[in-house]
């Protein structure tokens, strides 16, 4: 029999852990830009599955990036924070979208085209849990297909 207290507690604790880590992580990476990008009750409620890749790749982007602006940033429905983000204006064949009813992915590539980002993202501020539940192969196959914008 599972104690569920005891299995609560020891999600919380793993939770708390991995938005330590990962902040930390992030802080370093961005030179102290971004010192939280995820809280605890974030994670908490969407642990059933956690992505996390954290990849250096030294190339150059197929068309770079703007420079910084500061933007909204919302980590839920009701949790916003402003921090600095890239744009870039895309032309006809220079990057790959996919879409469905609650998602969208884009995909970015580096200048060879032989390595790709691809960045997926929820349509509503609250939608990340939803994409987090289907998640599995067949879904990011979807994802990366080719459909060039």
């Known amino acids: 029999m599972i104690d569920v207290p005891k299995a609560k507690a020891a999600k919380e604790k793993v939770a708390k852990k991995i938005c330590e880590t990962i902040n930390n992580y992030v802080n370093e990476k961005t ?12 994670l908490y409620s969407a642990m059933n ?6 990849i250096c790749i030294v190339g150059k982007w197929e068309q770079p990036f703007n420079d910084p602006v500061f933007s909204t940033f919302y980590s ?19 990057c790959n979208l996919t879409k469905g009813n ?5 995909g970015l590539p580096y200048k060879t085209r032989n390595i790709w980002l691809h960045i997926l993202l929820p ?3 609250d939608g990340l849990s939803h994409i987090l539940e289907n998640l599995n192969y ?12």
Do not use: H
């Open 31 to 42: 030179d102290g830009k971004i010192r939280d990008i995820i809280k605890v009750e974030e």
């Open 49 to 54: 599955i956690l992505i996390s890749s954290g």
């Open 76 to 94: 839920s429905a009701t949790s916003k924070k402003t921090i600095q983000m890239l744009s870039k204006s895309i032309s006809p064949g220079g």
């Open 102 to 106: 609650s998602w969208k992915c884009i």
């Open 123 to 125: 349509n509503e501020k």
């Open 138 to 149: 067949s879904f990011i196959k979807r994802c990366v297909r080719r459909y060039y914008f």
